[in-house]
């Protein structure tokens, strides 16, 4: 029999990590850089965490979460999204009464069972941010800013900002109420699941991407226009503020988000790189989530992004990451071998940037590592054999240059950091 990874569940192979690792290191450098802290929650959480929270009749709760009962029958829930089972935790560890605005940040997959297409697994992974504690609209202000800084971080272009108010509770169902008398004749024209969704949450209509779909909401009421005062005004001092911070934006008609829970400012980026399915990440505000799934009432904001997106819109290039500099130890008997375990441990005490240091633990002859230090392209080899180790010295040959200098062993870390760095 042969065996393969589950269908949208995908392997990530050593060729690949490198630069995954470096997007994942950007982006903790710059969240960090704006005082958020990394929280990790379980993959595994109380099924009821996510209907409760995203919505009983939403894609992603009716059709698109892995969900089984343990031996206990309990229904759990592979997370889908990272916002619900973050809240929890802070619910749960009282993470409000360590600071009135909590700033946390995530990375780690996601899972939802849904048909695998470019960049949409069943598995995926993403970077988020969750600001809990302040209703204020400088909240949304530096997280897209935030959001968008780390966007050109990576060192991603042609990415657009595209953004929204869906107002408080009360203006969402003013909104769906107007939504719905203006989709009455209009049903034929729908696909079914949205003939569904205008009984049960009309605005969901407007996040279709069936064409008939988008046609036929083309010319929906603006639900700008169903906003109370408040929510008029938090959504200007949130577009003023991006202007005044150098953040473009689209505002965008009746954009909307795929979960219940959103209020007041929504946002999505798009990249054409990614054709129709052009989404690399999105959010909002979230200002009544805390409240019902039992926490005290406060304002929250936050947004996950996509990281095979990302990799997809970056061309599979690594956002920052330079080239490696490889370092080969070249040794020839025991004690040099061990002398070249210890001389590594020296040259990583050196702290040089992006510094690979490759040694032979298959006892190969010389000849042999050499060619090995040249295809793992070692700019740098130490070569140690015995009359090297009888003199206290090594050779440090330059590969590039194709010179070969002996230099003392306790000399080559030092050495190599002046001729690397």
Known sequence: MEYRSVKGMEDML??????????????????????????????????????????????????????????????????????????????????????????????????????????RLRQFHQIGVEVIGSPSPFADIEVLAQLHGMLKAFGLDGFVIKLNSLGCKDDKARFAESLKGYLADKQSRLCEDCKKRMEKNALRVLDCKNESCVQVIRNAPNIFDNLCAPCKDHFTRVKDGLKAVGVRFEETKNLVRGLDYYTGTVFEITHPGLGSQDAIGAGGRYDNLVKDMGGPSVGAVGYALGIERLIIALKGKAPGSGTAKVVYIATLGDAAKIRGQQLAEKIKDESVPRLVVLQDISEASLKSQMRSADKNGARFVVIMGEDEMSQGNAKLKDMKEKKEDVVAIDSVPGELRKRLC
């Not at 059709?63 to 619900?84: C, N, Q, V």
């Not at 849904?114 to 960049?119: I, L, N, V």
């Open 14 to 119: 050593p060729q690949d990590s490198d630069w995954w690792r470096c997007i994942e290191n950007k982006a903790r450098g710059e969240l960090e850089f704006y005082g958020y802290s990394e929280i990790r929650t379980p993959i595994l959480e109380d099924t009821a965490v996510f209907v409760r929270s995203i919505g009983e009749t939403t894609d992603i709760v009716t059709k698109e979460m892995f969900t089984f009962s343990d031996r206990k029958e309990r229904s759990l829930t592979m997370r889908p999204e990272g916002t619900a089972p973050i809240v929890r935790a802070y619910i749960e560890h009282s993470l409000g009464t360590l600071s009135p605005v909590t700033k946390l940040y995530y990375i780690g997959p996601m899972f939802r069972a849904e048909r695998p297409q470019k960049g």
